[in-house]
């Protein structure tokens, strides 16, 4: 079985359609049916399930295509190792983030590639965004985006978002508690505070002051010590053992997460397999 075929395979088990998994890889429909009877055919076995609204997996599909993701990322780290590719990645993600995600998947990489220089910087949406475009990094995950014409946005999941702050108890009630309070913010470009100015406007709600803080940690630590109110992830109130927070009303509870790049740019197989590796172990990005 070679390479090329395992990558069909993989594609349109994660587009769950060969004719998305086509234009992924530049073919045409009828070479990846092709491609995919053919891998059908040597296991003796049905790999997926057919329907109106594209393919499934069966149970041994499952089982075949963790063993090519397997298969593909030892084929990619031999590749950059052989062909002595730049060992270098460029990275950016949100500061509310900050290289925590990142974490399990760099130690990999670092293992295999002792050279490896990281570059990761945190920041807005805007200011992440601003960085691909300027070529200062070159991979990104955001919350949110600007629909920059110039810049390839692949949606990979979502947040969930809550209200944080001091004396919040089941019997809170949410236009009351977040009336005239100050709000806590990473930054004056922040998305968060975007969506909780909203908040405010459309409830008809008056707003305290805006207090930037800077850093995830010492926002937890004001918000509960109560110096004010901060809108941030379910993952972030977890984090920190916040047990206690209001739900965001349903029009603002999730917000997008988006994997960036600039448009037709050409990943290098480090920046594959840190793809792989974070999709496989972040608990943020869902479905890649």
């Known amino acids: 079985m070679d390479i090329e075929n395992m990558k069909a395979f ?18 045409l429909q009828s070479n990846m049916t092709a491609k995919i009877k053919k891998i059908e055919t040597h296991y003796h076995q049905q790999l997926f399930i057919r329907n109106s609204k594209g393919v ?16 593909l990322f030892v084929w990619e780290e031999t590749e950059n190792i052989m062909k002595k590719h730049d060992e270098k990645l460029r990275i950016g993600t949100m500061i509310s ?15 295999t590639y002792p050279d490896l220089s990281v570059t990761l910087k945190t920041g807005s949406t805007e200011y992440i965004e601003n960085q691909v475009l300027l070529g200062k990094i070159d991979v990104a995950y955001t919350i949110g985006s600007l629909n920059n014409k110039k ?19 089941q019997y809170t009630r949410f236009d009351d508690y977040i009336n005239g309070k100050n709000v806590l913010v990473l930054s004056d470009k922040c998305l968060y505070l975007t969506l909780l100015c909203h908040i405010f406007e459309d409830s008809n709600i008056q707003q ?55 448009l037709n740019h050409k990943f290098t197989p480090i920046e594959k397999q840190f793809i792989e590796l974070n999709n496989s172990l972040s608990d943020i990005i869902e479905g890649m």
Do not use: C
């Open 56 to 71: 499934k997996l069966t149970k041994e599909g499952e089982k075949l295509y963790h063993q090519y993701k397997k298969i």
């Open 10 to 27: 993989v594609s349109v088990a994660e587009l769950k359609s060969i004719s998305a998994a086509a234009i992924k890889l530049n073919h």
């Open 151 to 169: 810049i390839s946005y692949q949606k990979v999941g979502y947040e969930e978002l809550v209200i944080i702050g001091q004396g919040i108890d």
């Open 97 to 111: 983030v900050g290289g925590t995600q990142f974490s399990s998947a760099l130690n990999k990489l670092y293992h």
């Open 208 to 262: 305290g002051e805006i207090i930037e803080v800077g850093d995830p940690e010492s926002l937890v630590q004001f918000a509960l010590m109560g110096m004010g109110i901060s809108l941030v992830s379910k993952r972030i109130a977890d984090r920190y053992n916040i047990h206690h927070y209001l739900e965001v009303p349903s029009p603002y509870r999730y917000v997008d997460l988006y994997f960036i790049t600039r």
